[in-house]
């Protein structure tokens, strides 16, 4: 079962602006992540944010969390066609296995030259 | 990070046959590593949990007798699609849990096409 739901499904925009893609998810967590997939490939790690920090940056990315209302945003800023992929947020969730990581939808970014 | 590789990248195969895929910790010994599946456009699912040297723990509605998972060693673990079928298409992926921060890293990927 998915942890999360992510919005918006799919966000076209010109090279150089903005992508604010969001994240909601369900239980307690000890910390979010952010993935990033290109199509037809593994996914890669892009950052982490604790359940106690509020807002993160690595580049051109910024991630904020809000666990009161169990949500996060990614925000690509300047972004480029390069940046063209499926964005996913994940969470770990502690069972009798140990950790498992759940995934969101995923949002289909399109960044036009 | 871990380096993880997996293999083989896309296999294509006759409904009823057994497709086996190999995936690898390169540079970190993995206790642990897990299996998703993932359809077009959609998220990835999570079907399993691999454990060196045990039983590996299947989630909820995933087939253990049609997805032998087998993790024998700290680097390797295997998932083996059992006569698979037409809806058995998909894109398979393994990761690895990289220390203490539970980010995972990714293997490229194997696209199953049953035909």
């Known amino acids: 079962s998915q942890q999360g739901e992510e919005d918006p499904q799919a966000l076209s925009i010109q090279e150089g602006e903005n992508a604010t893609m969001n994240c909601s998810y369900k239980?307690?967590?000890?910390?979010l992540q952010w993935y990033r997939q290109n199509s037809g490939r593994g996914l890669v790690h892009l950052i982490l944010?604790?359940?106690?920090?509020r807002e993160k940056h690595s580049g051109r990315l910024r991630v904020t969390l809000d666990t009161s209302k169990k949500s996060s945003s990614l925000l690509i800023t300047a972004s480029r066609a390069a940046d063209t992929a499926s964005y996913f947020c994940?969470?770990?969730?502690?069972?009798?296995?140990?950790?498992?990581?759940?995934f969101g939808a995923g949002t289909r970014l399109f960044v036009k030259a | 990070g871990a380096v993880v590789s997996q293999h083989p990248s896309w296999v294509i195969c006759k409904s009823g046959t057994s497709v086996k895929i190999e995936c690898r910790s390169l540079?970190?010994?993995?206790?642990?590593m897990f299996w998703y599946r993932q359809f077009p456009k959609q998220s990835l699912m999570l079907m399993a949990t691999s454990n060196e040297g045990s039983k590996a723990t299947y989630e909820q509605g995933v087939e253990k007798d049609k997805f032998l998972i087998n993790h024998a060693s700290l680097t390797l673990s295997t998932l083996t699609v059992t006569s698979a079928h037409p809806e058995d298409s998909s894109f398979y992926i393994c990761?690895?849990?990289?220390?203490?921060?539970?980010?995972?890293?990714f293997g490229s990927g194997t696209q199953l096409s049953v035909l």
């Open positions: 540079d970190f010994q993995a206790t642990t």
């Open positions: 239980t307690s967590i000890n910390n």
């Open positions: 994940a969470t770990a969730l502690l069972n009798t296995g140990g950790f498992k990581t759940i």
């Open positions: 990761s690895v849990r990289g220390g203490v921060e539970e980010k995972l890293f």
């Open positions: 944010i604790r359940s106690n920090e």
